[in-house]
C-alpha cells in the first residue's frame, strides 16, 4: 500500500474520532450505543429475520441496517414504520428512519478457499521433467518443491 493511502486513512480515522469527540460523543459511549441498538434490534425483529440483518451505524436519526440478500432488505423494507415504531417503544426514541443496505453474509467476513485437489502422480512427473529442463536454479527448486508438496 502506498504511503499516501496509509497516511489519508490514519488522517479519516482521526477526522472520524475527533467529529465523535467534538460532538460530545466518546467512542467507548459510541460503542455502548451500538450494542444497546443491537439488543433491541434482537428484541424488535423476528428471530428468522435477525439471523439475516444487524443494525451498523446510527446517526441523526438514522438507522443503517445490512441485509444478507435483497429478499431480507425488503422485507425490512416492507415493514420499516411498524419496526420504527417497535424500535422507539424499545428506548430508541430519536430513530425515524432505518436506511438498508445489501451486504451478503460471505462478503462480511473473509472466505477461506477450499482446499484444492493434489495434482495426480502424472501431472507430478510432468512437473518433476519439465523442472529438469530448467535452467533457472530458482524456478527448478521451486518446481521440485511444488510436485513433492503434494506426495
Known amino acids: 500500500m502506498p504511503p499516501t493511502t496509509k497516511t489519508k486513512s490514519f488522517q479519516s480515522v482521526a477526522a472520524l474520532l ?11 459511549s459510541l460503542i455502548k450505543q451500538l450494542k444497546k441498538i443491537h439488543n433491541v434490534w434482537l428484541t ?4 428468522e429475520l435477525a439471523k439475516h440483518s444487524r443494525p ?37 426514541s430519536k430513530v425515524e428512519i432505518i436506511q438498508i443496505h445489501v451486504l451478503p453474509a460471505d462478503q462480511q467476513r473473509r472466505r477461506i478457499p477450499p482446499p484444492r485437489k493434489p495434482p495426480s502422480s502424472g ?4 512437473i518433476q521433467n519439465t523442472a529438469a529442463g530448467i ?9 521440485i518443491k511444488l510436485s513433492r508438496k503434494f506426495r
Not at 44 to 47: K, L, Q
Request: hydrophobic share 35%; glycine share 4%.
Open 123 to 126: 501431472t507430478q512427473r510432468i
Open 18 to 28: 475527533e467529529t465523535h469527540q467534538t460532538a460530545g460523543i466518546s467512542l467507548p
Open 44 to 47: 424488535v425483529v423476528s428471530a
Open 56 to 92: 451498523t451505524f446510527y446517526a441523526h436519526g438514522r438507522l443503517t441496517v445490512c441485509a444478507d440478500s435483497a429478499v431480507w432488505a425488503n422485507s425490512i423494507r416492507h415493514n420499516q414504520s411498524s419496526l420504527v415504531r417497535r424500535l422507539r417503544q424499545h428506548g430508541l
Open 135 to 143: 535452467q533457472d536454479q530458482e524456478l527448478r527448486t521451486a518446481l
